[in-house]
């Protein structure tokens, strides 16, 4: 077995934990990532607003990868939004 399969295999444990507790606690991660990019805009006077913003949506964006959203859409807690009905079709 290579290093690398040697390793997927000790951590795999590590990763279904995390999953989890990202599915538990989602909402309380988004709630402390927007707290604290709110703290560092302030700090910071608005001076990089729009790269907090990005950081703070990507990070946002790998905590439903890791809570097992598979469409980049989970509300965090691991469920995804309510779709909004397709509007008719003009016939």
């Known amino acids: 077995m290579g290093f690398l399969q040697n390793l997927k295999a000790k951590l795999a444990p590590a990763k279904d934990k995390v999953s989890g507790l990202a599915q538990q606690h989602g909402d309380k991660i988004d709630h402390g990532l927007d707290k604290a990019a709110k703290v560092v805009d302030s700090k910071t006077k608005g001076k990089y607003s729009d790269k907090i913003q990005t950081g703070t949506g990507k990070a946002k964006d790998a905590l439903d990868r890791l809570a097992g959203s598979q ?21």
């Open 71 to 91: 469409d980049g859409k989970g509300t965090g807690d691991g469920t995804t939004p309510p779709s909004s009905p397709s509007p008719p079709s003009a016939s």
